[in-house]
């Protein structure tokens, strides 16, 4: 039984891999996009990236961010950036049919967030960034919630390179105990200083 998770983005993907035994995850990040290349290239080169990671640790699980509702975006997201995201996910959906993998999930950003940060500092947030736009100033939760779940990776004892590598992290959080299970990286965590506080 062994896990991954995607953060599936053409700039920088970022992956976390439990096989059920470790203490923690294997996780680092692959750059799908080619200076001149096509979204092609892009779903080409994440086929190859888990071709390489399946050789050196078969997964039959895997589990990646859904891609955001179109219906739900703001501001200047073409057709190409949804094409491309929705054109991610199924090329690692194709990947993992092709490998027979036990289950292939679509995990929710919200619910994923919530669980792994915190839900009541994901509401506060999400609260600020709404009286923000209220006064008429440009607003997003996103760089708030990302730098939080590298705090959050790090209380764990785990340290992301990047913010993506983080989120496969908290995806594969989730996605474990979904499963029922409790991964060793939190299962002997004490109380601990909230998220946002100072140490």
Same mark, same amino acid.
């Given at each position: 039984?062994?896990?991954? &998770?995607?953060?599936?983005?053409?700039?920088?993907?970022?992956?976390?891999?439990?096989?059920?035994? +470790? /203490? *923690?995850?294997?996780?680092? +990040?692959?750059?799908? *996009? $080619?200076?001149?290349?096509?979204?092609?290239?892009?779903?080409?080169?994440?086929?190859?990236?888990? +071709?390489?990671?399946? *050789? !050196?640790?078969?997964?039959?699980?895997?589990?990646?961010?859904?891609?955001?509702?179109?219906?739900?975006?703001?501001? &200047?997201?073409?057709?190409?950036?949804?094409?491309? /995201?929705?054109?991610?996910?199924?090329?690692?959906?194709?990947?993992?049919? %092709?490998?027979?993998?036990?289950?292939?999930?679509?995990?929710?950003?919200?619910?994923?967030? =919530? #669980?792994?940060?915190?839900?009541?500092? !994901?509401? @506060?947030?999400?609260?600020? !960034?709404?009286?923000?736009?209220? &006064?008429?100033? *440009? %607003?997003?939760?996103?760089?708030?919630? =990302?730098?939080?779940?590298? @705090?959050?990776?790090?209380?764990?004892?785990?340290?992301?390179? +990047? #913010? #993506?590598?983080? #989120?496969?992290?908290?995806?594969?959080? $989730? &996605?474990?105990?979904?499963?029922? @299970?409790?991964?060793?990286?939190? %299962?002997?965590?004490?109380?601990?200083?909230?998220?946002?506080?100072?140490?």
């Amino acid at each position: 039984m062994t896990y991954l &998770a995607l953060d599936l983005s053409r700039a920088n993907t970022g992956y976390a891999l439990w096989n059920g035994k +470790s /203490a *923690k995850p294997i996780y680092g +990040s692959w750059k799908l *996009k $080619y200076e001149f290349g096509s979204h092609g290239d892009s779903f080409l080169k994440l086929h190859r990236c888990l +071709s390489d990671l399946y *050789k !050196v640790e078969p997964f039959d699980r895997l589990y990646f961010e859904e891609p955001i509702n179109p219906g739900q975006l703001q501001g &200047a997201t073409t057709i190409q950036t949804i094409w491309l /995201a929705f054109g991610l996910a199924s090329h690692a959906q194709s990947f993992a049919a %092709a490998k027979r993998c036990r289950i292939v999930k679509a995990i929710n950003v919200g619910s994923w967030r =919530k #669980d792994f940060i915190g839900d009541m500092i !994901v509401r @506060e947030v999400n609260a600020g !960034v709404r009286r923000k736009r209220k &006064a008429g100033e *440009k %607003a997003s939760a996103t760089d708030q919630l =990302k730098k939080l779940c590298v @705090e959050r990776c790090k209380q764990l004892g785990i340290n992301p390179r +990047s #913010d #993506d590598e983080a #989120d496969a992290i908290g995806i594969l959080t $989730y &996605a474990i105990l979904l499963d029922g @299970e409790t991964p060793p990286w939190i %299962a002997d965590e004490v109380l601990r200083t909230p998220l946002g506080a100072p140490a």
